[in-house]
């Protein structure tokens, strides 16, 4: 039975019987605060009963969406390719490289074991089939569906907590419940439910953690503070935009810093320091602890030889049981070699065959001997290690790190030589030819180089270290890169001299000894896996994270600007089958999002015209009003612009689903700006011109019909626009060619099977 205005109003004014009266004049500022919190955290039985009705509603729809024949399609679906790859590889126990941190990608893996999946399948191509290679993928994908759907109930309960009416937080759960884009993302096997996941969480651990402000050091106050730190550190361990969420509790606490400082509160400086202090342990160390936590776990687990190998240095791979790398021999001067590009693979080349005297652009060259990187072994690979010194030949001496040697190819009996003289391909770069050891000295400085070692400790390995060969006299560093030579050049790879000696590139490593004896060899080869500090470890793997991240700026024919991401510009193609002209396609829920861009830009109205009200001596919004304005929907509002605008300084390849937790902060931002409107602002009081006293209330005892008339109207339009691209959100039905004509509201929206 529904309770009447005046009954709902009696329960109220009884409940804040024992509320003191709240008075602006002469009181101290953090009293203000306790008793106003009070006020707006006060809610009856019956409201509370309600709430959790509601609640219950919501996570119901939301498990709902999310789960729907999640069976279907029983494909590999865009990036399950990566992270079911990557669980395999967990269960497998295989070292792999990725560009994010460990924690989801482990908790698919865990997930996997945990189901009976042995990890025997690698997720090689988008359209493989789970059901013939016997993979339990509705197992896999249970778990971010789950999360997915958590995420729903936890948004509603941050909102309620941050002290906004039922239908406002209502409003913002059903709107993330029936986005096209989150429930699609959210139902495969990727990474970004685990993500939005943990971000809510700490969003909403902060907001729990406010409203004890009042009682500092309590339980409850270090509860939250403490599962604030800890849900920070979990997104973080998800992804490393995690960091946006970081920015967005680091903002607000700091602002509560400075409040405090206010000398109003009456804090001793000790005092603010202790706060400080607290918050410094909570939202620093123990986020940092958690954080490595997860990669300790993570290298525990990988210690076998796997695919991520060839992504780290050769000591770390010699910590990884069944690696090449613990194979690998001292190189000693007298030495036969051969020499590998790391980056391309190519053996370090020469033939009886030269230069043309003429390139085609009309150049002139050297008309030396060709140098090449050749991608099979061949007797022309092969290199005679020499010393630089005559007089000091050094024969059965280790190759030390900044050596000095000459490099003679054994099938021609010619010294590797590097001139000014501009290379075939490249006039920036020098040409690498070779010099008859049957001539004269005179060009003997032109055939000497230092050995860099980059990896794999101070002596010269096969297998294990990476070097660089840096020319004495020009100073360029022998390099070699994927464009073909002509015809001349039997379409080998070009091999000159890079001024740029930084640069990554230029590493080398060698494979091979020629003549070793067997027993030598094996003799030198058995040794222990190696042990290497976790934090060596840690660090390495974080900048090659870092620097492959950077790098990932290939051209995608899906990838779109943060621009377009609000507006829905540009999809992305899940997945196509052509026998039953079935797809995915990666949109959010056009009429929602649209909405909440608008929303976004009233924040920005209302804010300013506060503002220049105030300024007049005129205050449109009654202190309480105004307080949950800024304080909640604007730290919402806040953490939309933290988890996007950052994107537009980043230079890899984005995609629209990079939008996804800075979408979750748009829907919560709507629905506040709703409640502003609807309830909130109707009959709102407004002071005269005078002294800056802002009329207070409770909060609304009876919500307006006209908030869940527009309510109602927004949730209509919203279920409407998701279940009209619903079809291509779950790919479980095909549409034909009119049906995708009249779906394609943008002209940047590439749907197959439109013809």
């Known amino acids: 039975m529904v309770d009447s205005p005046e009954k709902v109003l009696r329960q109220r004014t009884t409940l804040m019987s024992a509320v003191p009266a709240i008075s602006t004049e002469d009181e101290d500022v953090e009293d203000i605060e306790v008793k106003a919190s009070v006020v707006t955290s006060v809610f009856t039985p019956t409201e509370k009963k309600r709430s959790l009705t509601v609640l219950a509603i919501l996570t119901v729809l939301a498990i709902a969406t999310r789960f729907y024949k999640i069976y279907e399609p029983d494909e590999v679906v865009f990036d399950e390719v990566h992270f079911g790859k990557f669980a395999s590889y967990y269960i497998r126990g295989s070292y792999f490289f990725d560009v994010h941190p460990p924690l989801a990608k482990m908790m698919l893996g865990a997930m996997g074991y945990f189901i009976g999946y042995d990890g025997h399948f690698l997720f090689d191509n988008i359209g493989d089939n789970y059901i013939t290679n016997n993979v339990p993928y509705i197992g896999l994908r249970a778990l971010p569906a789950f999360l997915g759907a958590m995420t729903v109930p936890i948004v509603y309960m941050t909102m309620r907590e941050a002290g ?87 903002v607000a606490v700091v602002w509560d810093l400075w409040i405090l400082l206010d000398i109003r509160r009456r804090l001793t400086m000790q005092q603010f320091m202790n706060h400080f202090w607290a918050r410094a342990f909570a939202l620093i160390l123990v986020p940092t602890v958690v954080y490595l936590f997860w990669f300790y776990v993570h290298f525990a687990i990988l210690t076998h030889s796997g695919p991520g190998d060839d992504f780290m240095s050769s000591e770390f791979q010699e910590t990884l049981h069944g690696n090449t790398m613990a194979d690998g021999i001292y190189i000693k001067y007298g030495d036969n070699i051969t020499i590998r590009h790391k980056d391309t693979s190519v053996y370090l080349h020469s033939h009886p065959h030269n230069y043309p005297r003429r390139y085609e652009d009309g150049r002139i060259s050297s008309a030396g001997q060709q140098v090449t990187g050749y991608a099979h072994a061949d007797p022309n690979n092969i290199w005679h290690i020499a010393s630089a010194n005559p007089d000091d030949p050094k024969l059965g001496q280790n190759i030390k ?88 050049g039997f379409e080998q790879q070009e091999v000159n001299g890079n001024k740029n000696i930084m640069d990554k590139s230029t590493l080398w490593w060698s494979d091979s000894i020629e003549g070793k004896d067997a027993e030598e060899i094996n003799k030198e080869a058995e040794k222990p896996v190696k042990h290497r500090s976790f934090f060596l470890k840690f660090f390495e793997l ?153 009329p207070r209330r409770l909060q609304r005892a009876v919500v307006p019909a006209l908030a869940y008339i527009s309510a109602a109207a927004l949730v209509v339009l919203h279920l409407a626009s998701f279940l009209y691209f619903a079809p291509l959100s779950y790919g479980t039905s095909a549409l034909d060619i009119p049906a995708l004509a009249r779906r394609k509201l943008l002209p940047q929206w590439e749907f197959h099977f439109t013809k």
């Not at 290939?554 to 377009?564: L, R, V």
């Open 542 to 694: 974080q900048r090659k994270m870092i620097a492959h991240n950077s790098g990932l700026t290939g051209k995608h024919p899906y990838q779109s600007q943060p621009i377009e991401w609000p507006f829905l510009i540009k999809g992305i193609s899940f997945w196509t089958k052509d026998t039953t002209r079935k797809q995915i396609y990666l949109i959010g829920n056009p009429i929602g999002m649209w909405i909440a861009v608008g929303s976004l830009a009233v924040i920005a109205g209302i804010s300013g015209a506060d503002i220049l009200s105030r300024r007049r001596g005129y205050y449109p919004l009654n202190q309480d009003v105004q307080k949950r304005f800024y304080y909640a929907t604007g730290f919402f509002f806040v953490g939309w612009i933290l988890h996007y605008i950052p994107f537009f300084l980043m230079g890899r390849s984005l995609f629209l689903h990079h939008y996804m937790p800075a979408q979750i902060f748009s829907y919560m931002v709507l629905a506040a700006v709703h409640g502003f409107i609807f309830v909130e602002g109707v009959d709102a009081p407004i002071s005269e011109p005078g002294p800056e006293v802002r």
């Open 401 to 488: 790190n900044k050596d000095v040697i000459r490099l003679l190819h054994v099938a021609t009996n010619s010294w590797l030589l590097a001139h000014d003289v501009a290379s075939p391909t490249m006039s920036t770069n020098e040409e690498i030819t070779t010099y008859s050891a049957y001539e004269d000295g005179s060009r003997f400085n032109e055939t000497t180089f230092r050995i860099q070692l980059d990896s794999g400790g101070d002596k010269l390995r096969t297998m294990a270290s990476a070097f660089k060969l840096i020319h004495m006299d020009t100073k360029v560093a022998i390099w070699t890169h994927q464009q073909k030579l002509p015809d001349w």
């Open 164 to 250: 906004f009416p039922i239908v406002t937080c209502a409003l913002a759960g059903f709107f993330i419940a029936f986005d096209n884009m989150q429930v699609t993302q959210t139902r495969l096997i990727l990474l970004d439910s685990m993500l939005v996941f943990f971000m809510v969480c700490s969003i909403y651990s902060y907001v729990r953690f406010y409203k004890t402000r009042n009682s500092p050091y309590s339980i409850r106050w270090w509860t939250w503070l403490i599962a604030t730190g800890v849900n920070i550190a979990l997104t973080t361990s998800v992804k490393m935009v995690g960091l946006f969420t970081v920015a967005t509790i680091g």
